[in-house]
């Protein structure tokens, strides 16, 4: 079974200070890496994948991600983190046997300072 | 990124009462839709899986009388909760997948049974 974890409820960070959210995963098959953002009462906005290739993956905003097989981590990094960088994050995963059904973790919340 | 529409994004309803959730993929054809219930600070409860044209999948512990999916098209799913109650009261996103391997939320509904 598939199954998603992220250990911190929460990140406090300084503005202008680098950020990481935590996230590892476990699936059957390959997996499929998704980190999404949701701001207050919105839907979830989809910030970066990894589905197969370089390992580092970057996406929307200036984040990053890094997926590490071994220990089956992908964690969301920022070198530079903004005010406006608050909200829920959520690392999620999906196997590749085919069923496409994407599980989430607990999501994170993300506070940078000013 | 592709569109998914969903509406409304608020709805109030009284108890008993049966309230209908839309979901739409806007510029692209939609062959599984996902719909997800977000309790007050916690994270995505995966509800059911719905493919056009046929019945919906739903997950353990997710009573399917109670929440009824309909995927009558390629671009169309919807989610009605029966006989709403107060504990019915959350938020409810939907996500659809096209041929590739991501998938595209909605803005979410927030659901107030009083």
């Known amino acids: 079974a598939q199954s998603v974890a992220q250990p911190e409820d929460q990140v406090n960070v300084a503005e202008g200070n680098p950020l990481t959210v935590k996230c590892t995963y476990s699936?059957?098959?390959?997996?499929?890496l998704f980190w999404y953002v949701q701001y207050p009462n919105r839907g979830l906005q989809f910030l970066l994948k990894?589905?197969?290739?370089?390992?580092l993956v970057k996406g929307s905003y200036g984040f990053e991600a890094e997926f590490n097989k071994s220990q089956t981590s992908f964690h969301l990094k920022k070198p530079s983190a903004l005010v406006s960088d608050s909200a829920l994050y959520f690392c999620?995963?999906?196997?590749?046997?085919?069923?496409?059904?994407?599980?989430f973790g607990a999501g994170t919340r993300l506070f940078v300072k000013a | 990124g592709a569109v998914v529409s969903q509406h409304p994004s608020r709805v109030i309803c009284k108890s008993g009462t049966s309230v209908k959730i839309e979901c739409r993929s806007l510029?692209?054809?939609?062959?599984?839709m996902f719909w997800y219930r977000q309790f007050p600070k916690k994270s995505l409860m995966l509800m059911a899986t719905?493919?056009?044209?046929?019945?919906?999948?739903?997950e353990q512990g997710v009573e399917k009388d109670k929440f009824l999916i309909n995927h009558a098209s390629l671009t169309l799913s919807t989610l009605t909760v029966t006989s709403a109650h107060p504990e019915d009261s959350s938020f409810y996103i939907c996500?659809?997948?096209?041929?590739?391997?991501?998938?595209?939320f909605g803005q979410g509904t927030r659901l107030t049974v009083v």
């Open positions: 996500s659809a997948r096209d041929i590739s391997t991501e998938a595209f």
């Open positions: 699936v059957s098959g390959n997996p499929y």
């Open positions: 990894y589905i197969t290739g370089d390992n």
């Open positions: 999620a995963v999906r196997d590749d046997t085919g069923g496409f059904k994407t599980i």
């Open positions: 510029d692209f054809q939609a062959t599984t």
């Open positions: 719905s493919n056009e044209g046929s019945k919906a999948t739903y």
